[in-house]
Nanobody, 127 residues
Framework: VQLQAFGGGLVRPWGSLTLSCGASGFTLDYYPIGWFRQAPGQEREGVICLGRGGNTSYYLDSVKGRFTISKDNGQSTLYLHMNNLKPEDTAIYFC?????????????????????WGQGTQVTVSS
């Protein structure tokens, strides 16, 4: 199982950015998969998850209405679409899954060292 996140960069406040996560070694449809982020000096936190049935679960209220998650099964790729970005969204963003989990609720407790994580991609929101 491998996950590879990319697409980060520097974006101005109120700008948009889409992150991608290439997945291999498992089928995206069969497991919950989500995006997490870690800001400097802070703990890693869950952002949003896509469940097995294609339902979206938000882990952070602060991104509701601004971030959405989607996937392309044919390309085995997960996306994070981020709009109206704010400086407080600055963080390293990771995609992650755990093949032992069935739901986004279970995935919300995923910690580094458990499951499978992409390498992270830096998003910096600054003018």
């Amino acid at each position: 199982v491998q996950l590879q996140a990319f697409g980060g960069g520097l974006v101005r406040p109120w700008g948009s950015l889409t992150l991608s996560c290439g997945a291999s070694g498992f089928t995206l449809d069969y497991y919950p998969i989500g995006w997490f982020r870690q800001a400097p000096g802070q703990e890693r936190e869950g952002v949003i998850c896509l469940g097995r049935g294609g339902n979206t679960s938000y882990y952070l209220d602060s991104v509701k209405g601004r971030f959405t998650i989607s996937k392309d099964n044919g390309q085995s790729t997960l996306y994070l679409h981020m709009n109206n970005l704010k400086p407080e969204d600055t963080a390293i963003y990771f995609c992650a899954t755990n093949l032992a989990y069935d739901t986004c609720t279970e995935l919300s407790d995923l910690v580094e060292g458990a499951g499978y994580w992409g390498q992270g991609t830096q998003v910096t929101v600054s003018s």
